[in-house]
């Protein structure tokens, strides 16, 4: 046989059995992708799903790049710096505002939220969010030369009036710490409204404004009410609580130069209505609040959105120094609005209090008062202005820049780029995805909105389809779901695929599906990018306190307090085992209400657990104790009726230390290495 | 009654015999009264506990007190002990929500009062009231405490346990919080922390970490989970355990210490000065280095050392049935059910008002107890015109001005007299 | 005089002489009819402070308040184990036993025309509900309230009733520090364990002639108060225990502790506890060969422990708080019509009940709607001393308990067979030591 023959012989064979191989295999590949998708057309391409997704390892950092994340950001006094505070990053970055180049990146925190310069410009104080600390910085040596001990979740700051004390927002314990500078301690700790962030001080020293987050939790059908928290600056005590009725997510606030009006960032949620509403418009509407301070304090909400358009995820805020316009980012459709101050005097003037209750849902009314929207990078976070007013500067976070905006022309006139990553990862594009309402009818929402820090936002919704008022469900959170499939309540998607594919268009963004290439990198987003904050305030390293210790015996026990043994389905460990304290199944906990269509729920992980309330599918139980006290007390989830109320509360203080795998073996190492110092 | 039966022969003699029956019957009839008298007028039981005897003057302005009404001239008789005069009663008529008040706390400028129908404030001369419907945890209020860090107004009720700040009420329940139990009979800022004495526990609630810690008799040195009273001093909280006496927490320590009645016994005090007078134990306060303890069966004093046990009879204490005290520098201020008591151990001030009109009157003794050393122990009654606004004493606070008592009857204040 | 005259008047005085304790009050003053020779410390030294020597009065406000007007129903709280407890046939009984108290009344009119309506609560709610419950009756504007038979519940309940101001009687609970509290709103109709006590302590000690009593008792309050004043007065008298042994509720094997109490071959045996459990200790006593005496507490006395028992409960003497087999025709009224009502024969519960609620619409009958006045009648200590109710004649003390002697019981042929308790120490009745004092 000729050379020639044997070798076309040989590929001949190895084409037979490569076809042989090939057309199962493909089907077989089919089968899977088609199963993990819940489509029948997504790209058989092995990386989309088993590259991106890596979370660690060498790939995992080949194909991740580390940013900057620019989240907010002060300005010096003679306008010559600018400082950027670097969430990703972890890091102050200090910014030549002429050259536009970063100086000095000085190291902080993890999870750095805010930065507050001292009058007289030395020092900076930056919020570490995730380190329940604030690192206060010499600006002249450029270095961290005290940490000081906060509550949980430090967020906005404000100096008091004399620039003796320093107000920290604590966005996870809702309180404020009051801190004496002179001894860099905390002397007191004042409640706020639930998961506030942005704080200001009046213009005329008096008052601060903080703002908060999510509503304070109420039975579901009642209205939506987010207390902005207002704290007299002479005797460091609160002294009232304003009610922004039917609308949440304050993130930030500024006052007018004369201090009359106070502007805050809002969201007017309309979680009552069934998500069916998506198609007429109207999930979700962004815009912002007003205490007409002279007017007795009355409180005035009116939109940014528009018919057809609206802005959704509104952060940050800033009031030029004449007072005539405000500047408020809308980070969800990469937008600064500009709203001029004397129209919305004007509007409100006039209006009677009917009136002004129409304007806060009118999407018609926004065209008197809103001058511009001016398009800027990726997901715009913090805003400051320059001391004359003259210049806005606007932290980009998914873009690692800083825009800066004429205030006059209203143009964008430079971009300073922070020296991140130049390429973007898939995950960081499923980032901006993430945080993008493009793919939601009219722009009304994006994930983020109602998974705020991509965690969640504390209400329940009407996730109807054709039902209206059925099936009523509390956010979940997304923090480090990737290895706790099914999702959704009911559990019928195994995969973020399928969760964020087809039927997310049908049911939520009600526009056409996200491509293959954005669900790839949403799904990367979703299952890499998206942690756990440390468990700070219950559980900083691993070392349980002895009542924590008794909850996770109880936890765990498989006799109850009269030595009869628990059937195992009945045990708290079986259906919440660890790490993630979920056995991933569907369970019936005798939680379903009347408008519940009758099925099993998914065991939700318990990681965190605390920072999520209110609990159960339909978030009826407020605390986690009302779990076990006014609900399940036919001991359907778990066995509970014998125990004690310290042991209630024991379980209870167990339950808030659970925290994510990833600290666990962090402090074990830790532990380990402190045991064994050769 | 014997010398009766011995005379009666000899006038017997002289009559009928058809008297002898109508003397019989008399007789019987006598027997009987005297008999009855036996029965209704018993030797007063109160004679088996020791009676003071002591010198008792009465001061001359006796009599005087219809005549100035709304004025009172006294002039303290007791050394350091201050003296409260020109009372004036707040009721339902001055906008309480009820006159019948468990509690009452000065703050600053204000003074909550907290009753059966609601929390009561009373600021620049006008009562405003808060209830359910303002968001109060239930209308029966039983103790209220202010943070002085915070400003915070802590409310225990009948029905969980209330924040009332800048204008808003929080509430916590047993079942939506670590709270023991939902009634609270006595809440205690101190500092960052919040402590309750609930009927199922004493709670500790760390307001930083929004921990709550019970401590019931499975954690205390506590019979049972009865508490009834809390405060804080000396870096120790004092737990009036209904009960188990007194239980002292250290709060650097984490270690407990139980006080009891040393006899063990509930229908005896042994020796007054062994310990806590009795294991019933209603409130506690600390104050200048004394430990005070109430019960409904007299009050003790402990210097960290000794105990001193005070009752109605050997003291000038207005009655053994105490429902609460607080202790201001080295004056204790006692609630009892049969009129207002203060002491420093070494001279009482008592306040008692009239049953029949809106009179009364402060005594004052000079001595802490019968049995001190002072040769001149003396009495002086001073009138008041008007007293205070009942007998019936379940609330007290003091500053440096004003008196505070929350009565069965109202809210009265007295003017400390200079 | 004749000497017949003499006879005459000196019969009549002999005659008058009972006549003395017609008003019900114990000649014998000691706290609690405790002999002379059980008094605490008494041997040794005189108490400084005599305490419940007088009642304590009442001195607050409320008596001026006017009933309601166009009132519907006059309330009463009932406050009983109705559910999720191991004594709910017990809580049962006692609420049987008010509601033939309430339907008798309103059958003769009510309060002047308007029914009585009882307004009932569960005490076996989560921790502490008992307090819970009482705060409820007070928004329910009850007149007074009846209840409980668990030492826990009524101790939380009257810390509520005192702050609260609602009168409460209470028909179940023997727990003898429940009216040592000294708190003017609450008097107690079944006699208390201190009486039992005494009782066993005279009957095992001094009449049977045991010296070494081991005693197994259930680990909760009732257990614990109970036995309190049984060891002391055992000690006293010069025999203290041998072994004290505890169970908790709900427990069915006793082996480990009755494996102690053989070891320590004690001449006789008391079991402190609820029916079930003694019941079951009975039989594993029996079955491990411990043949000793038995006796129990008032709890034994009852069906569910003679079924459990069978015949091993022959000879078993145990105390209770009143004579079923009495005579007494009230008694036997009400037995038949608690019959005729329920369909099961009144235990101790629903005739104390039955009692304590005649007292209270007594009460509301004679002064009206007024707690405080309520509460004036049920504790001046005449109205009702020596009231004469179908558990017997009433005698209470100056904390409003319930000193009536009490009875041992004895189980002869299946059947519990009543005898009056014996005075502990007739030669010190009279003498007593604090009036003296």
């Known amino acids: 046989m000729k050379r020639s023959q044997k070798l076309i012989r040989i590929f001949g064979i190895i084409l037979v059995l490569g076809l042989l191989i090939f057309f199962p295999g493909h089907k077989l590949a089919r089968a899977h992708v088609d199963s993990k998708t819940a489509t029948t057309d997504h790209p058989l391409l092995c990386t989309s799903c088993h590259l991106y997704t890596q979370k660690t390892g060498i790939i995992s950092k080949l194909i ?82 005290d940490t000081l001990k906060t509550g949980n979740g430090p967020a906005g700051l404000a100096l008091s009036a004399d620039g003796k004390f320093l107000y920290v927002v604590n966005s996870y314990s809702s309180d404020v710490s009051v801190i004496d500078l002179s001894k860099g301690e905390e002397i007191k700790r004042l409640t706020t409204g639930n998961n506030p962030t942005g704080i200001k001080l009046s213009p005329n020293g008096k008052v601060l404004y903080v703002t908060s987050r999510r509503a304070n939790i109420v039975p579901y059908g009642e209205p939506v009410v987010t207390k902005l928290t207002v704290i007299n600056d002479s005797t460091q005590r609160v002294s009232e609580y304003k009610n922004m009725e039917s609308a949440y997510m304050m993130e930030n606030v500024a006052f007018t130069p004369t201090g009359d009006l106070g502007f805050v960032t809002l969201i007017r949620p309309k979680n009552l209505i069934p998500s069916i509403q998506v198609e007429q418009g109207w999930m979700m509407t962004h815009g912002f609040g007003i205490i007409d301070r002279k007017n007795n304090g009355r409180i005035i909400q009116l939109l940014l959105d528009e018919p057809n358009a609206y802005y959704s995820d509104p952060f940050g805020i800033v009031i030029t120094p004449d007072g005539k316009k405000a500047f408020e980012s809308s980070s969800g459709v990469n ?78 006139i430079s971009s300073i780029d922070l020296g991140g990553p130049r390429r973007i990862t898939v995950a960081r594009q499923g980032r901006r995805l993430f945080n993008n309402a493009g793919h939601t009818f009219q722009d009304q929402y994006c994930c983020y909105t109602c998974h705020p820090d991509m965690h969640e936002d504390g209400l329940v919704y009407n996730m109807s389809g054709k039902d209206m008022g059925r099936n009523v469900t509390n956010t979940m959170s997304l923090r480090d779901i990737g290895d706790t499939p099914p999702y959704k309540w009911s559990g019928t998607n195994l995969t973020v695929y399928k969760q964020d594919g087809m039927r997310f268009s049908t049911y939520l963004t009600r526009t056409e599906t996200f491509s293959y290439k954005d ?102 139980a407020a605390t986690l104790e009302e779990i076990w006290t006014k609900y399940g007390k036919d001991d359907k989830h778990g066995l509970a009726g014998d125990m004690s109320k310290n042991q209630l509360n024991d379980l209870v203080a167990y339950l808030k230390s659970l925290r994510s795998p990833k600290y666990e073996n962090k402090d074990s190492k830790k532990h380990h290495g402190k045991n064994n110092p050769n | 009654m014997v010398k009766i039966t011995l005379i009666r022969p000899k006038i017997m003699r002289k009559t009928t015999q058809r008297n002898y029956l109508i003397w019989t019957t008399i007789a019987v009839i006598f027997l ?301 201020f006692i609630c009892s059910d049969n009129g207002l008591s203060s002491t420093d151990g070494k001279s009482w001030v008592t306040y008692k008002k009239n049953d029949n009109n809106n009179d009364g009157k402060a005594i004052i003794k000079n001595y802490g107890r019968n049995d001190d050393s002072t040769s001149n122990k003396t009495t002086h009654e001073i009138p008041l015109s008007p007293s205070i606004g009942h007998n019936f004493i379940i609330g007290v606070d003091a500053d440096k001005d004003y008196l505070w008592v929350a009565t069965e009857k109202g809210v009265s204040r007295g003017e400390l007299l200079k | 005089m004749k000497a017949n005259h003499w006879v005459i008047a000196t019969f009549i005085l002999i005659l008058w002489c009972p006549i003395l304790k017609l008003d019900g009050q114990d000649k014998n003053s000691n706290y609690g009819k405790a002999p002379n ?231 006789a045996i008391l079991i402190w506890g609820n029916a079930k459990e003694s019941g079951l200790i009975l039989q594993q006593m029996r079955a491990m060969g411990l043949e000793q005496p038995i006796y129990g507490s008032d709890r034994m006395v009852s069906p569910e422990f003679l079924k459990i028992a069978g015949n091993l409960a022959d000879g078993i003497m145990t105390t209770c708080q009143y004579n079923p087999n009495s005579d007494n025709p009230k008694l036997k009224a ?104």
């Not at chain 1, 999870?111 to 930056?126: C, E, F, M, N, T």
């Not at chain 3, 009524?154 to 028909?171: D, F, G, N, Y």
């Open chain 1, 64 to 145: 991740n790049a580390d940013y900057l994340s620019p989240f907010n950001l002060a300005v010096s006094a003679d306008g010559e710096r600018l400082y950027v505070v670097a969430q990703e990053g972890k890091a102050l970055l200090v910014v030549d505002a002429e050259t536009e180049k970063v100086l000095n990146k000085i190291s902080i925190g993890n999870q750095p939220h805010s930065v507050i310069l001292s009058s007289d410009g030395k020092r900076a104080y930056v919020s570490n969010q995730w380190s329940d600390n604030v690192s206060v910085i010499d600006l002249t040596a450029s270095k961290v030369v």
């Open chain 1, 335 to 412: 937008r600064i609005s500009v709203i001029d101050i004397d129209s919305v005097r004007a509007l409100i003037s006039k209006a009677s209090p009917e009136m002004l209750k129409t304007y806060s849902d009118n999407l018609g009314i926004s065209s008197r008062y809103i001058i511009k929207h001016i398009p800027t990078g990726a997901n715009p976070k913090g805003l400051a202005l320059s001391p004359d007013g003259k210049k806005l500067y606007v932290a980009e976070t998914l873009e690692d820049k800083i825009a800066v905006i004429n205030t006059e022309t209203l143009e964008t």
């Open chain 1, 519 to 620: 669900l790839d990198a949403l799904v990367a987003f979703i299952i890499t990018g998206i942690h756990n904050p440390p468990n700070l305030m219950y559980n900083p390293n691993g070392e349980l306190t002895e009542a924590q210790l008794r909850g996770k015996a109880i936890f765990e026990r498989s006799v109850d307090n009269y030595g009869k043994v628990i059937p195992e389905n009945n045990r708290c460990i079986t259906c919440h085992p660890a790490p993630y304290y979920t056995d991933k199944k569907l369970a019936y906990v005798s939680t379903l209400s009347k408008t519940d269509d009758s099925i099993l729920f998914d065991t939700p992980h318990l990681d965190n657990i605390y920072a999520s309330p209110p609990y159960l599918h339909d978030g009826r």
């Open chain 2, 32 to 332: 009987s009264a005297c008999s009855l008298g036996f029965i209704l007028i018993k030797k007063p039981v109160s004679s088996l506990n020791p009676v003071p005897q002591t010198k008792y003057s009465t001061s001359d302005n006796t009599g005087a007190a219809g005549k100035n009404s709304g004025k009172t001239d006294i002039k303290p008789d007791a050394k350091q002990m201050p003296v409260y005069g020109h009372w004036k009663t707040f009721t339902t008529k001055d906008g309480l929500p009820s006159d019948h008040v468990y509690a009452v706390r000065i703050d600053g400028k204000r003074v909550w009062a907290g009753t059966h129908d609601g929390l009561a404030v009373y600021e620049d001369g006008k009562w405003k009231t808060y209830t359910t419907k303002d968001g109060l945890a239930h209308n029966g209020v039983l103790a209220i405490d202010v943070s002085k860090e915070t400003g915070d107004v802590w409310i225990g009720t009948l029905g969980g346990l209330s924040r009332f700040s800048a204008g808003k009420f929080e509430n916590f329940s047993q079942f939506d919080s670590g709270l023991p139990n939902d009634l609270v009979y006595c809440v205690i800022c101190d500092g960052k922390d919040v402590w309750t004495a609930t009927g199922g526990g004493a709670g500790h609630y760390d307001t930083y970490t929004k921990e709550w810690e019970i401590f019931t008799e499975k954690n205390a040195p506590m019979h049972e989970p009865w508490t009834y009273g809390v405060s804080a001093g000396d870096g120790k909280i004092f737990i009036a355990a209904w009960g188990g006496g007194v239980i002292e927490y250290t709060l650097k320590t984490k270690q407990f210490k139980d006080y009891t009645d040393p006899d063990g016994e509930m229908e005896i005090d042994l020796l007054p000065d062994d310990g806590v007078v009795h294991d019933i134990t209603t409130a506690t306060s600390w104050s200048d280095g004394i430990l005070w303890v109430s019960t409904y069966f007299g009050l003790s004093s402990y210097d960290g050392t000794h105990w001193k046990g005070y009752f109605d009879t050997n003291s000038g204490l207005a009655s053994n049935f105490i429902n609460f005290i607080r202790a201001k520098g080295p004056v204790v």
């Open chain 3, 37 to 267: 020779e059980i008094l605490p410390y008494d041997r040794f030294t005189k108490a400084y402070k005599y305490f419940f020597v007088e009642p304590q009065l009442f001195y607050g406000a409320g008596r001026e308040i006017p009933p309601p007007t166009n009132l519907k129903e006059v309330r009463i709280g009932f406050l009983g184990p109705l559910e999720g407890s191991m004594i709910v046939s017990l809580g049962t009984q006692m609420l049987q036993g008010a509601t033939l108290a309430i339907e008798e009344a309103n059958k003769k009119g009510g309060y002047r025309g308007i029914p009585f309506k009882l307004m009932i609560h569960n005490d076996v709610g989560l921790w502490g509900a008992a307090a819970n419950e009482i705060v409820k009756m007070d928004d329910e504007k009850v007149w007074a309230w009846l209840g409980s038979i668990d030492d826990i519940v009524s101790h939380v309940a009257i810390r509520a009733t005192l702050k609260l101001e609602i009168p409460m009687v209470c028909p179940g609970d023997p727990d003898p520090t429940f009216t040592e509290t000294a708190i003017p709103w609450v008097i107690r109709v079944i006699s208390d364990d201190r009486q039992s006590s005494y009782g066993l302590v005279n009957q095992i000690y001094k009449k049977d002639g045991h010296s070494r009593v081991a005693v197994i008792r259930a680990n909760n309050r009732y257990g614990r108060v109970g036995i309190k004043i049984f060891s002391e007065t055992a000690t006293r008298v010069g025999h203290p225990m041998v072994i004290e042994e505890r169970f908790n509720d709900g427990e069915t094997d006793f082996k480990t502790q009755l494996e102690r109490i053989l070891a320590t071959s004690p001449d």
């Open chain 3, 334 to 437: 009400f037995q038949t019509n608690y019959f005729k009502r329920f369909g099961l024969e009144p235990d101790v519960f629903a005739a104390h009940a039955y009692d304590g609620m005649n007292m209270i619409i007594e009460s509301i009958n004679k002064v009206g709607l007024n707690r405080v006045l309520i509460r004036d009648v049920l504790t001046d200590l005449k109205t009702f001393q020596g009231y004469q109710g179908v558990t017997g004649k009433k005698v209470f003390d100056q904390s409003w308990n319930n000193i009536a002697d009490i009875w041992i019981a004895k189980v002869r042929h299946g059947k519990f067979e009543f005898t009056p308790a014996p005075p502990m120490d007739p030669k010190n009745k009279v003498n007593s030591k604090t009036e003296n004092y």
